[in-house]
């Protein structure tokens, strides 16, 4: 489950008294002069992003899925679209035929140089069959240069990171509201302000909280060679 992005706001609104007295509510009182509506509303997105990166840039992270895009049916040499990241696999059709196509398989990494040269295969140079040709030996191999993809095959398809301002307050899990929320107070800070020990105290707990998502892995199972065994029926 996601966080709700307006409990953050009355979270951080409520923190810094900016609501109505008695009140649980993201709308900023009328008599408030210290902050804005908006100002808060950038402070809670600015926060969101900074814990989309922390988590992306884990690759063993529990909930990196959440920030992962794709892009299919890719042609040689055709631009990606922006991405918050290195790509996290791509995927090669090898070929395409009147009665079906080749299944996706996992891309090699080769350089743009090869790449060429396999789909060229000058004078059958590195094989009799085409590189998009069904059994070719050629195909399934990518190179990613200048943010264009080229490859040998059909087409591609690629999985990559992505990070979006418009849709990242709606992604980040439960577990890291507290944390969404300190980040947010923090960002509120402002030159001069007298709520700046306390926005800078929040910030601090939430930059804390940050290294701990950016460091989280998958837990990993022990394997238990007595359940092994009776799982294969030797027991």
Not at 87 to 95: D, G, Q, R, S, T
Not at 185 to 203: F, H, M, R, S
Request: net charge negative; aromatic share 8%.
């Amino acid at each position: 489950m996601a966080v709700s992005k307006t409990t953050v706001r009355k979270r951080v609104t409520e923190i810094l008294n900016a609501c109505s007295p008695g009140t649980f509510s993201e709308a900023v009182d009328i008599n408030y002069q210290d902050r804005n509506s908006q100002a808060i509303e950038q402070a809670v997105t600015e926060a969101a992003l900074l814990i989309a990166r922390a988590i992306v840039i884990n690759p063993n992270h529990v909930h990196r899925n959440l920030f992962v895009g794709s892009v299919s049916g890719l042609s040689y040499a055709e631009e990606l679209p922006d991405m918050s990241g290195e790509p996290e696999v791509v995927l090669i059709k090898p070929y395409s035929t009147a009665s079906g196509d080749g299944e996706w398989r996992v891309g090699i990494p080769r350089d743009v140089q090869q790449i060429q040269d396999f789909r060229i295969n000058a004078n059958d140079l590195y094989s009799n069959t085409a590189h998009d040709a069904q059994g070719s030996p050629l195909s399934g191999y990518y190179a990613i240069q200048n943010g264009r993809i080229y490859f040998t095959g059909y087409q591609a398809r690629m999985y990559f990171p992505l990070i979006s301002s418009a849709t990242v307050t709606g992604l980040i899990p439960d577990e890291y509201e507290p944390t969404w929320v300190c980040l947010a107070v923090g960002l509120t800070v402002k030159e001069g302000d007298n709520l700046a020990p306390i926005a800078q105290y929040y910030y601090q707990i939430g930059m804390s909280d940050l290294a701990m998502v950016s460091n989280m892995a998958t837990v990993q199972p022990v394997p238990d060679a007595e359940l092994a065994r009776q799982a294969r029926g030797d027991a």
